[in-house]
């Protein structure tokens, strides 16, 4: 039921701040201000050398945030590809060490390929999944479940962002069982991620800001992304998110990627969504942003107040809560949704079943 929507997607997008939360009371212990893993879904990640992580789209994007936390919080080396690859690149694999596979349906042809192949070469598997009674969460060892409810919408909003949230709480339970987070530290990264329902509902105001973009984002025949860190991932979602409903071609590119290659592409007619948070990086980020301005190129900068203040010219300035780096992944993910979303909706394409796309992609 879409209730007062226009689009399941729509719904989806604003249903985030609550099945955020939901997820997040799975895995926090909110007395405590700690992680607790739900009950059934307990691991220890003390004793691993590498953790394997593989997906598909959405859900590979979701995989790529968790390697930036994993290694910075738990200092776990991660290896990572597409599930579609994983298995050709023969990576060696260590028998009891742990291959997390990311998927909202749990039926994805690819990634259960890959998880009967890390099993079959004697590794832990554990699923983040949505679909409690899917393949993969029945063939998995450990299911870390996200609480996002049925996702109607074929491009995936929800379940990416409470993919984020679930493992966010296992990099810093693997931080804590590692010893590489104090309890202050994980009291402090848990604070912020108890708060970051609230800053999704701040980020949701911003839709019709958002959304007077449309029109110049219909008229593009190419759409440019950038982020640095976590941002970057959120980049790439963002330009798939653009294609998959409203077919205009976008590519999201780490920023300091721009200067080899992708610049040759920038002139007055591409809008370049740059994603920068006003963290440590974003003094790197507003320079390969002038160097968008120089050739003309229309910037959508997606800050916060301080980013804002220090940017130069942009055709438009989005300006989200101040948020603790480490969630911004979870809060920018709202405004590059909503974009592709508005982008849709004014071109009229079907935005809730795209052309040539399926839900749950059962075959490899
Ligand atoms: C993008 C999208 C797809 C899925 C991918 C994996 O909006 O929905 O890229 O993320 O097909 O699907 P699951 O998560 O069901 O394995």
Not at 170 to 193: C, F, H, N, P
Not at 211 to 222: G, I, M, Q
Not at 266 to 277: I, S
Request: net charge negative.
């Amino acid at each position: 039921d879409k209730g007062s929507y226009r689009h399941f997607m729509a719904k989806e997008i604003a249903e985030q701040p609550e099945v955020v939360g939901h997820t997040l009371a799975r895995y926090i212990d909110m007395a405590a201000g700690r992680i607790r893993l739900p009950h059934g879904s307990d691991f220890d990640f003390s004793k691993l050398d590498r953790l394997a992580i593989s997906a598909c789209g959405t859900a590979y994007y979701a995989g790529l945030v968790a390697r930036y936390w994993f290694e910075k919080f738990a200092r776990l080396p991660v290896d990572i590809d597409i599930a579609s690859e994983f298995r050709y690149r023969e990576p060696p694999l260590v028998p009891g060490s742990l291959a997390i596979l990311i998927s909202q349906s749990g039926e994805t042809a690819d990634t259960l390929a890959t998880l009967r192949h890390c099993k079959a070469q004697g590794m832990k598997i554990g699923a983040v999944v949505n679909v409690p009674t899917s393949t993969i969460a029945r063939e998995a060892d450990v299911v870390f479940p996200t609480v996002a409810g049925v996702e109607v919408g074929v491009a995936s909003t929800k379940a990416f962002t409470c993919q984020l949230a679930t493992l966010a709480a296992l990099a810093i339970k693997a931080g804590r069982d590692r010893k590489v987070l104090s309890e202050t530290d994980e009291a402090k990264l848990v604070s912020s991620l108890i708060e970051l329902p609230r800053l999704m509902v701040e980020a949701l105001h911003l839709e019709s800001e958002i959304e007077r973009l449309a029109p110049v984002f219909a008229k593009a025949d190419d759409v440019l992304y950038l982020g640095r860190g976590t941002s970057f991932p959120i980049a790439l979602e963002g330009a798939l998110k653009l294609k998959e409903i409203s077919y205009i071609h976008a590519e999201g590119y780490a920023a300091g990627e721009l200067k080899h290659g992708p610049i040759a592409l920038v002139d007055e007619n591409v809008p370049v969504v740059v994603l920068a948070p006003f963290d440590p990086l974003f003094e790197k980020t507003a320079s390969n942003m002038q160097e968008v301005a120089a050739r003309g190129g229309k910037i959508v900068l997606l800050t916060d107040e301080e980013g804002a203040a220090h940017a130069g010219e942009t055709l438009a300035t989005i300006v989200l809560p101040k948020a603790f780096a480490f969630v911004s992944p979870l809060l920018y993910a709202v405004p590059i949704q909503l974009l592709a979303y508005h982008t849709a909706v004014f071109m009229g394409t079907d935005v809730d079943q795209p052309r040539n796309l399926a839900k749950s992609v059962t075959v490899e």
